[in-house]
Protein backbone atom coordinates (compact mmCIF):
# COMPACT_ATOMS: atom_id res chain seq x y z
CA UNK A 1 0.00 0.00 0.00
CA UNK A 2 1.40 3.23 -0.84
CA UNK A 3 1.90 5.89 2.32
CA UNK A 4 0.10 9.10 2.13
CA UNK A 5 3.55 11.24 1.06
CA UNK A 6 4.37 8.83 -1.82
CA UNK A 7 0.59 9.17 -3.15
CA UNK A 8 1.91 12.62 -4.22
CA UNK A 9 4.11 11.00 -6.71
CA UNK A 10 2.98 7.55 -7.64
CA UNK A 11 0.99 7.35 -10.55
CA UNK A 12 -2.34 5.92 -10.10
CA UNK A 13 -2.41 2.25 -11.06
CA UNK A 14 -4.84 -0.48 -10.93
CA UNK A 15 -3.39 -3.73 -8.91
CA UNK A 16 -6.24 -6.37 -9.42
CA UNK A 17 -9.50 -7.68 -10.07
CA UNK A 18 -11.60 -8.02 -6.65
CA UNK A 19 -12.94 -11.19 -6.64
CA UNK A 20 -15.36 -11.73 -3.90
CA UNK A 21 -17.25 -8.73 -5.72
CA UNK A 22 -17.69 -10.65 -8.89
CA UNK A 23 -21.15 -12.22 -9.07
CA UNK A 24 -21.92 -15.36 -7.40
CA UNK A 25 -23.17 -17.19 -10.90
CA UNK A 26 -19.98 -16.40 -12.66
CA UNK A 27 -19.66 -19.99 -14.25
CA UNK A 28 -23.19 -21.00 -14.12
CA UNK A 29 -25.36 -21.18 -17.05
CA UNK A 30 -27.81 -18.59 -15.48
CA UNK A 31 -24.97 -15.89 -15.06
CA UNK A 32 -25.32 -12.48 -17.17
CA UNK A 33 -22.93 -12.20 -20.08
CA UNK A 34 -21.85 -8.68 -18.96
CA UNK A 35 -21.58 -7.58 -14.93
CA UNK A 36 -19.61 -5.03 -13.05
CA UNK A 37 -16.12 -5.72 -12.47
CA UNK A 38 -14.45 -3.93 -9.51
CA UNK A 39 -10.87 -3.15 -9.51
CA UNK A 40 -8.17 -2.34 -6.57
CA UNK A 41 -6.42 1.14 -7.25
CA UNK A 42 -2.59 0.57 -5.51
CA UNK A 43 -3.76 4.12 -3.80
CA UNK A 44 -7.18 6.31 -3.54
CA UNK A 45 -7.73 8.31 -6.50
CA UNK A 46 -7.99 12.12 -6.40
CA UNK A 47 -10.63 14.31 -7.11
CA UNK A 48 -8.80 15.45 -10.20
CA UNK A 49 -7.77 11.56 -11.20
CA UNK A 50 -11.83 10.47 -10.28
CA UNK A 51 -12.90 13.46 -12.36
CA UNK A 52 -11.25 11.84 -15.09
CA UNK A 53 -11.47 8.37 -15.33
CA UNK A 54 -15.52 9.33 -14.78
CA UNK A 55 -15.48 11.79 -17.35
CA UNK A 56 -15.97 12.07 -21.47
CA UNK A 57 -12.41 11.70 -22.18
CA UNK A 58 -12.35 8.05 -20.37
CA UNK A 59 -15.25 6.98 -22.12
CA UNK A 60 -14.56 8.34 -25.32
CA UNK A 61 -11.02 6.15 -25.17
CA UNK A 62 -12.93 3.17 -24.15
CA UNK A 63 -14.91 3.20 -27.32
CA UNK A 64 -12.33 3.95 -29.81
CA UNK A 65 -10.80 0.75 -28.06
CA UNK A 66 -13.76 -1.13 -29.41
CA UNK A 67 -15.50 -0.81 -25.65
CA UNK A 68 -18.87 1.82 -26.22
CA UNK A 69 -20.78 0.12 -23.55
CA UNK A 70 -18.17 -0.45 -20.89
CA UNK A 71 -18.52 2.51 -18.39
CA UNK A 72 -16.03 3.19 -15.15
CA UNK A 73 -16.49 4.52 -11.43
CA UNK A 74 -14.51 4.98 -8.80
CA UNK A 75 -15.82 4.21 -5.29
CA UNK A 76 -13.41 4.82 -2.40
CA UNK A 77 -10.30 2.58 -3.81
CA UNK A 78 -11.96 0.53 -6.21
CA UNK A 79 -12.58 1.03 -9.92
CA UNK A 80 -15.61 -0.31 -10.74
CA UNK A 81 -15.71 -1.49 -14.21
CA UNK A 82 -19.08 -1.48 -15.56
CA UNK A 83 -20.92 -3.55 -18.40
CA UNK A 84 -18.12 -5.84 -19.10
CA UNK A 85 -16.70 -9.24 -18.12
CA UNK A 86 -13.36 -11.16 -17.36
CA UNK A 87 -13.12 -12.11 -20.92
CA UNK A 88 -13.23 -8.89 -22.26
CA UNK A 89 -10.91 -7.93 -19.63
CA UNK A 90 -8.41 -10.35 -20.10
CA UNK A 91 -8.95 -10.24 -23.88
CA UNK A 92 -7.46 -6.43 -23.85
CA UNK A 93 -9.55 -4.00 -21.93
CA UNK A 94 -7.69 -4.57 -18.81
CA UNK A 95 -4.74 -2.71 -20.60
CA UNK A 96 -6.86 -0.46 -22.15
CA UNK A 97 -8.12 0.82 -18.61
CA UNK A 98 -4.67 0.68 -17.44
CA UNK A 99 -3.31 2.94 -20.27
CA UNK A 100 -6.73 5.44 -19.72
CA UNK A 101 -6.08 5.94 -15.33
CA UNK A 102 -2.13 6.01 -16.38
CA UNK A 103 -2.78 9.05 -18.50
CA UNK A 104 -5.41 10.41 -16.53
CA UNK A 105 -2.85 10.03 -13.12
CA UNK A 106 0.24 11.34 -14.86
CA UNK A 107 -1.54 14.22 -16.06
CA UNK A 108 -2.52 15.40 -12.52
CA UNK A 109 0.45 14.91 -11.29
CA UNK A 110 1.94 16.72 -13.75
CA UNK A 111 -0.73 19.33 -13.20
CA UNK A 112 0.23 19.39 -9.41
CA UNK A 113 3.71 19.90 -9.92
CA UNK A 114 3.44 22.68 -12.06
CA UNK A 115 1.63 24.21 -9.06
CA UNK A 116 3.47 23.38 -6.73
CA UNK A 117 6.80 24.86 -8.78
CA UNK A 118 4.74 28.07 -9.14
CA UNK A 119 3.91 28.25 -5.82
CA UNK A 120 7.65 27.65 -4.42
CA UNK A 121 8.73 30.54 -7.12
CA UNK A 122 5.89 32.91 -5.61
CA UNK A 123 7.10 32.14 -2.25
CA UNK A 124 10.51 32.77 -3.00
CA UNK A 125 10.21 35.86 -5.02
CA UNK A 126 7.88 37.18 -1.63
CA UNK A 127 10.96 35.77 0.61
CA UNK A 128 13.31 38.03 -1.63
CA UNK A 129 11.31 41.00 -1.89
CA UNK A 130 11.13 40.76 2.19
CA UNK A 131 14.34 40.34 2.70
CA UNK A 132 15.45 43.60 0.02
CA UNK A 133 12.78 45.99 1.76
CA UNK A 134 14.26 44.86 5.51
CA UNK A 135 17.96 45.21 4.02
CA UNK A 136 16.70 48.96 2.70
CA UNK A 137 15.06 49.28 5.97
CA UNK A 138 18.17 48.93 8.04
CA UNK A 139 19.91 50.95 6.06
CA UNK A 140 17.90 54.18 7.51
CA UNK A 141 19.19 55.49 10.51
CA UNK A 142 17.54 58.47 12.17
CA UNK A 143 20.73 60.39 12.71
CA UNK A 144 20.38 64.20 13.77
CA UNK A 145 22.36 66.37 11.62
CA UNK A 146 25.37 68.25 12.80
CA UNK A 147 23.65 71.82 12.42
CA UNK A 148 25.56 75.40 12.88
CA UNK A 149 25.49 77.55 15.40
CA UNK A 150 25.32 81.75 14.46
Not at 127 to 143: L, P
Amino acid sequence: MTNTSEAATVPLALTSVVASGLPSDLGTPQAAKFYDVPAVFNRRPDAAETTGIRGADGHAQLAAAGYPDVSLDVQDRRLVIGHTNLDQLERGLSGAIATIVDTISRASLLEKEVARDAARADFDDRTARAQDVTRAASRIHFVPQATSVR
